[in-house]
C-alpha cells in the first residue's frame, strides 16, 4: 500500500518515474507536458538525480540517451510538436538499445495545432515516427492513477527489453487531478555483462543483449551504424544487417503476450467498444446505462496485442474503435478483424465524447 | 603514461583517405592522454556523423557514436550521469557548427565540463565535399560550384563568446602546440574547445588546386597566422573571410562549470 495524495496527471507520471528510479530528467518546456518537467526541476536534486532543461527537444532526448550510457534511469517528456524532433532520437535508441522512457502528453496537431486540447493524433507517430524497421513499446493511461502506474511499467519494459518506452498521455489526463496511491515500485536491475572488456557488445543468440553501461572497462563501441555483435559499424553485410534488424523486431513482436496488458469488461458482448486512454473513461458509462456493451481497452498500444483483440471481439454483432483523431488504431483493429465490419467513432477538437454521443451512435 | 592501449587495432584500417588530417589528430590526443596519465577505462569519446565523428571507434575506450550534430547534447548527458568520466567529444565543421550549431553554443554556455576537438577541414567530408559553415568563401565544393558566397563562422571566435573556459585553434602541422591544448583542455575544468585545422585532400583539394597534401597543408600556412591571446573583440569577421585566421590559445579562464555554480 502506498500513500495516497491529490495529484494532477502529469505530476502523479513525474512521481511514478521517481518510484521506479528515475535519476535523470532533460526536457523542453511544452503544453501540455511542462508540468512534469517542472516537477522534476523541484524533485530530481530532492532525490540526488539530475534535472537539465536542455535547448530542444532533440537535445533533450539526447541527454537522456547519454546519461543511460552513463548508468543512469533517464525520462523525458513532451507534446507533438517535440514529440516530432525527438523521432531522430528514439531511432537512435532503438538502434543502440537504450532503455529510457518517453512521455508525449498528446494534444492536437498538425503541427503547433491545438496546445491546450488532447488528443491522440500521435499513436501512428509513435508506432512508425521514426525511419526504419523497428518495434517499440507504448502504453496509454486513462487516468492520473495509471498516469503514475504506467510510467513505472514503462520503466521496467525499456529495462527487460533495452528498448525506448513511450508513454501516450494526453492534455486530459495530464492535466486532471484525482487521487493517486503512490504503490513502491521494485526497481528492476539493468544486467551487467561480466566479460570485461567486452569482446561482444551485443551478445547472441539472446534476443535482449546485457546492458555494457560506460566506465567500468567494457571499452564497447556503440553506433547508430548498423553494427556486427561486435558493436562495430557493419554497413558492408547484408546477412549481418538482417540479423539485427530481425532481433530489433522480433525481440518485441515475440513477446507480445508478456509486454501486452489490457482492461476488459464483458468480453464478446453483441457490442463491443475497442479503445485505449481518455476516451475509455466515457466508455465506464455507457456499459453502466447500456445492455450487452462491452469494452476492450488497451493500456498497451503498441505492440498491438493482436490476440486479445481477436479473442474477446470476435463474437460481437458490432465491433466500435473509438479515439480523439480521425481513425488510427482503427485500421489496425480493423487489420486485425478482417471478417467483421469495423466502425469508427472520432471525436477531434479536444473534449471526450459523451455518453450521449456513444449511446446515440450505438442506438 | 597512458593506462591503457590507445588504438582499437581490430577496427583497422581506418576508412581515412591518404593525406587527411585526422590520422594526425589522433597521433595527437594519444600523446596528450599520455602526458595527462589518462586512465583508458575512465575516458568516454562521443561524436556525431561524419569523416572525424569516426576517429573514436578506433580508439580503445567506451565511444558513442551518435546521431549527426547531437553529439554535445548525448556528451551533456553521459556527464552529468557519470561525473567521474572524462567526457572527450571528436566532431567536425558541419557536424559541430552546422546541423549541431545550436548545440555547440549552448554547451560553451552552460560551461559542461567536455573536451571537444573539432577537425575542421572547411568542408563536408564524408557526404562528398559540400560547403560547410567555415568554408572560405571563393572556395569550390560539391554545392558552391561557382565559389562558396557565404560568410564563414569563426569557431574559435563563437567558442570564446559563448563562455568556453579553454579555446584553442592549431593546424595540424602545429603538432606540439596542440598537444599541448589537447592535455590543457582535458585537465580544465569546464568547457574547452579545440579546432585543428586540417587538410582534406579528397573533397576540398581536388576541387581547389591542391590535391596533393603538401599544396594543402601550405594553403592553410597561408590562412593562418600565429597569435597567443589574440583578442575576437577587436577583429572584424571578414578577417577569416578574407583568409586571415589566427592560431593560438585564445581564452583560459576559471569561470564555474555548470553545476558548480552554487559550490
Not at chain 2, 589522433?26 to 572525424?52: H, N, P, R, T, Y
Request: hydrophobic share 40%; with cysteine.
Amino acid at each position: 500500500m502506498g500513500v495516497k495524495k491529490l495529484l494532477m496527471g502529469d505530476v502523479a507520471c513525474a512521481e511514478g518515474a521517481l518510484a521506479a528510479g528515475c535519476n535523470f530528467y532533460a526536457g523542453y518546456p511544452i503544453t501540455p507536458a511542462t508540468e512534469i518537467m517542472v516537477h522534476m526541476a523541484k524533485r530530481m536534486p530532492e532525490s540526488d538525480g539530475v534535472f537539465i532543461q536542455m535547448e530542444d527537444e532533440i537535445a533533450s532526448i539526447s541527454a537522456c540517451i547519454g546519461a543511460v550510457w552513463g548508468g543512469a534511469r533517464a525520462m523525458t517528456a513532451t507534446s507533438g510538436p517535440g514529440f516530432s524532433l525527438i523521432q531522430e532520437g528514439i531511432g537512435y535508441a532503438i538502434m543502440t538499445e537504450t532503455p529510457l522512457v518517453i512521455v508525449d502528453v498528446q494534444r492536437g496537431g498538425p503541427s503547433t495545432g491545438l496546445p491546450t486540447q488532447a488528443s491522440q493524433g500521435d499513436v501512428m507517430q509513435a508506432r512508425w515516427g521514426s525511419h526504419g524497421d523497428y518495434g517499440i513499446i507504448a502504453l496509454a493511461p486513462n487516468s492520473a492513477q495509471e498516469m503514475y502506474d504506467l510510467t513505472i511499467e514503462a520503466f521496467r519494459l525499456s529495462q527487460v527489453y533495452r528498448i525506448p518506452t513511450i508513454v501516450l498521455g494526453d492534455a486530459i489526463v495530464g492535466h486532471t487531478w484525482e487521487v493517486v496511491e503512490m504503490k513502491k515500485a521494485a526497481k528492476t536491475k539493468v544486467a551487467l555483462p561480466a566479460e570485461k572488456p567486452l569482446s561482444t557488445a551485443y551478445e547472441t543468440p539472446f534476443y535482449v543483449p546485457k546492458f555494457p553501461a560506460f566506465g567500468k572497462g567494457y571499452m564497447v563501441h556503440i553506433s547508430g551504424l548498423a553494427h556486427s555483435e561486435k558493436g562495430y559499424p557493419d554497413t558492408e553485410s547484408a546477412d549481418d544487417y538482417t540479423r539485427l534488424i530481425r532481433r530489433l523486431v522480433n525481440k518485441i513482436r515475440n513477446e507480445r503476450e508478456q509486454i501486452c496488458s489490457y482492461e476488459l469488461i464483458n468480453p464478446n458482448a453483441e457490442t463491443m467498444i475497442v479503445t485505449y486512454g481518455s476516451p475509455s473513461r466515457t466508455v465506464y458509462e455507457t456499459v453502466k446505462e447500456m445492455h450487452d456493451v462491452g469494452m476492450l481497452r488497451l493500456k498497451t498500444v503498441w505492440p498491438l496485442h493482436e490476440r486479445a483483440i481477436h479473442e474477446f471481439c470476435r463474437e460481437a454483432e458490432r465491433v466500435l474503435v473509438l479515439e480523439m483523431n480521425l481513425g488510427q488504431i482503427y485500421w489496425e483493429i480493423k487489420r486485425v478483424l478482417c471478417e467483421k465490419n469495423v466502425e469508427l467513432f472520432s471525436k477531434v477538437g479536444g473534449e471526450l465524447p459523451t455518453p450521449e454521443e456513444i449511446r446515440g451512435t450505438l442506438q | 603514461m597512458i593506462k591503457g592501449q590507445f588504438y582499437r587495432r581490430d577496427m583497422f584500417p581506418m576508412i581515412f583517405c591518404p593525406g587527411c588530417g585526422i590520422f594526425t589528430v589522433l597521433e595527437c590526443l594519444k600523446e596528450a592522454l599520455s602526458q595527462a596519465s589518462i586512465d583508458m577505462e575512465k575516458v568516454a569519446f562521443v561524436s556525431g556523423i561524419g569523416c572525424s565523428s569516426r576517429a573514436p571507434g578506433y580508439i580503445m575506450a567506451d565511444s558513442l557514436h551518435t546521431t549527426h550534430g547531437r553529439a554535445l547534447a548525448f556528451a551533456t548527458g553521459l556527464k552529468l550521469a557519470s561525473p567521474d568520466l572524462k567526457v572527450i567529444v571528436m566532431s567536425g565543421d558541419g557536424d559541430l557548427a552546422a546541423i549541431g550549431g545550436n548545440h555547440f553554443i549552448h554547451s560553451c554556455r552552460r560551461n559542461i565540463d567536455l573536451l571537444t576537438i573539432c577537425v575542421n577541414n572547411f568542408v563536408y567530408g564524408m557526404t562528398g565535399g559540400q560547403l560547410s559553415p567555415t568554408t572560405p568563401v571563393g572556395c569550390v565544393t560539391a554545392t558552391s560550384p561557382y565559389g562558396n558566397e557565404e560568410h564563414p563562422f569563426d569557431l574559435s571566435a563563437l567558442a570564446c563568446a559563448g563562455g568556453a573556459n579553454f579555446v584553442a585553434r592549431w593546424t595540424v602541422r602545429q603538432r606540439k602546440e596542440l598537444t599541448d591544448s589537447m592535455v590543457r583542455g582535458v585537465k580544465k575544468k569546464g568547457f574547452s574547445f579545440v579546432e585543428v585545422l586540417s587538410p582534406c585532400p579528397t573533397q576540398l583539394g581536388r576541387r581547389n588546386d591542391m590535391v596533393e597534401v603538401k599544396k594543402n597543408l601550405d594553403w592553410l600556412d597561408s590562412l593562418t597566422f600565429s597569435k597567443d591571446g589574440f583578442e575576437f573583440k577587436d577583429r572584424e569577421i571578414e578577417l577569416l573571410a578574407s583568409g586571415r585566421i589566427p592560431t593560438g590559445v585564445f581564452c583560459e579562464r576559471d569561470k564555474a562549470p555548470y553545476g558548480e555554480m552554487s559550490k
